[in-house]
T-cell receptor, first 110, second 114 residues
Framework: KNEVEQSPQNLTAQEGEFITINCSYS?????LHWLQQHPGGGIVSLFM???GKKKHGRLIATINIQEKHSSLHITASHPRDSAVYIC????????????FGPGTRLSVLP | EAQVTQNPRYLITVTGKKLTVTCSQN?????MSWYRQDPGLGLRQIYY???????DKGDVPEGYKVSRKEKRNFPLILESPSPNQTSLYFC?????????????FGDGTRLSIL
């Protein structure tokens, strides 16, 4: 079983829809990182959080440490949100190294 | 402009010919890391460094070396590259290893080893 899992694997939405991507993990963590990878391959960091909720523009990330679960929400989705969204956890060991989920491919249609 | 710069962006080379991928950041970040991305396997951490002269193995360190002699640079060295190291490589940095400051990623280096 992978240490970090994401659902759904693929997601197609109509412009304007509310989108939720889920991440669950099985290891102890000190933080969780949401990343966005565009078709060209570049990776952008969206959020790093260890508790509660963070919001930036139309994006909201939440984490529930007890349930080992995080969600990324996109409100009023737009075609430019089309990308792969990757969840990564920072293990709570000495090295604080990262383990990544498989990604969720999002396509937002106009 | 704050950035992480990787070079080269693309490289095709042959088995056994030593190569170095450079990574430089201009944000005075303490934490730097190398990742590889492969279809079906996603991103995996190769090596990371929590500060100058402090490096540690990630999940897939075999066949790679790194060094951190100065804060801004973190080169990835393939002493004897093999075809299974064909991959897309990313360097990233963040301010402190234990903070919730997000990582900044370079644009990626696509390596093909024949």
């Amino acid at each position: 079983k992978n240490e970090v899992e994401q659902s759904p694997q693929n997601l197609t939405a109509q412009e304007g829809e509310f989108i939720t991507i889920n991440c669950s993990y099985s290891v102890g963590i000190s933080a969780l990182h949401w990343l966005q990878q565009h078709p060209g391959g570049g990776i952008v960091s969206l959020f790093m959080l260890s508790s509660g909720k963070k919001k930036h523009g139309r994006l909201i990330a939440t984490i529930n440490i007890q349930e080992k679960h995080s969600s990324l929400h996109i409100t009023a989705s737009h075609p430019r949100d089309s990308a792969v969204y990757i969840c990564a956890v920072r293990r709570d060991n000495y090295g604080q190294n990262f383990v990544f989920g498989p990604g969720t491919r999002l396509s937002v249609l106009p | 402009e704050a950035q992480v710069t990787q070079n080269p962006r693309y490289l095709i080379t042959v088995t056994g010919k030593k190569l170095t991928v450079t990574c430089s950041q201009n944000m005075n970040h303490e934490y730097m890391s190398w990742y590889r991305q492969d279809p079906g396997l996603g991103l995996r951490q190769i090596y990371y460094s929590m500060n100058v002269e402090v490096t540690d193995k990630g999940d897939v360190p075999e066949g790679y070396k790194v060094s951190r002699k100065e804060k801004r640079n973190f080169p990835l060295i393939l002493e004897s590259p093999s075809p299974n190291q064909t991959s897309l490589y990313f360097c990233a940095s963040s301010l402190y290893p234990y903070s919730n400051q997000p990582q900044h990623f370079g644009d990626g280096t696509r390596l093909s080893i024949l």
